[in-house]
Nanobody
């Protein structure tokens, strides 16, 4: 089992920044992936950013809507994944969720159903 706990959400003005954290505990995987998704009221959950690792290499992926503004990273010593969000826009307002996959192909990195574990989410609200 893997437990994921997000934090760092809040209210910020447009153009501001936030850093979300996802603390992971439990089993680890030699090959797997982590992702950040978001869901706004009345909308489907959508992929924001993520990464997968294979044989010592890590590959990063971003949704087009956040490229150049958001950065996903991890601190292995702290078992924590981060989502640095800069240049926030009102349309970034949503609940943000961290997810972990025991194994994931590049073709499914943006597919919520490919992930095995989810955090409870943290709310990000961007005012105009």
């Amino acid at each position: 089992q893997v437990q994921l706990v997000e934090s760092g959400g809040g209210l910020v003005q447009a153009g501001g920044s936030l850093r979300l954290s996802c603390a992971a505990s439990g089993r680890t995987f030699s090959s797997g992936g982590m992702g950040w998704f978001r869901q706004a009221p009345g909308k489907e959950r959508e992929f924001v950013a993520g990464f997968r690792w294979r044989g010592g290499n890590t590959y990063y992926y971003y949704a087009d809507s956040v490229k150049g503004r958001f950065t996903v990273s991890r601190d292995n010593a702290k078992n924590t994944v981060y989502l640095q969000m800069n240049g926030l826009k009102p349309e970034d307002t949503a609940g943000y969720y961290c997810a972990a996959a025991t194994y994931i192909d590049v073709g499914r990195i943006a597919t919520s159903g490919a992930y095995d574990y989810w955090g409870q989410g943290t709310q990000v609200t961007v005012s105009s």
